[in-house]
């Protein structure tokens, strides 16, 4: 079965830290970009990052540049997101995401594949 499933949201308060896992389980992410979104209640969902196959090249949105993390575990075929240092504005739903063509986008249209988001809630 072709699917992405996210786990690790919760609640955390500022200035801590969450680790979000992405579990990819199909044949079309064998060459995938593996991105990272979140989407805020009445905001657009937004890109955070997006990590290559190889694991060798990493793209950040400007927001969380410097304080999260994107990795990935290639015999897992898991990606993770580190997020350190949260701020309340930091609170939305966390999509992982795949794009089949590699490029490593920060549009959404450009990622295929969703899993089903997990929720992060950052107290102050």
């Known amino acids: 079965q072709v699917q992405l499933v996210e786990s690790g949201g919760g609640l955390v308060q500022v200035g801590g830290s969450l680790r979000l896992s992405c579990v990819a389980s199909?044949?079309?992410?064998?060459?995938?970009?593996m991105g990272w979104f979140r989407q805020a209640p009445g905001k657009e969902r937004e890109f955070v990052a997006v990590?290559?196959?190889?694991?060798?090249?990493?793209y950040y949105g400007d927001s969380v540049k410097g304080r999260f993390t994107i990795s990935g575990d290639n015999a897992k075929n898991t990606w993770y997101l580190q997020m350190n240092s949260l701020k309340p504005e930091a609170t939305a739903v966390y999509y992982c995401?795949?794009?089949?063509?590699?490029?490593?986008?920060?549009?959404?249209?450009?990622?295929?594949?969703w899993g089903q988001g997990t929720q992060v809630t950052v107290a102050s």
């Open positions: 199909g044949s079309p992410f064998s060459r995938s970009a």
């Open positions: 990590i290559n196959r190889r694991g060798d090249s990493t």
């Open positions: 995401a795949a794009d089949t063509s590699g490029r490593m986008g920060s549009r959404v249209n450009a990622y295929e594949w």
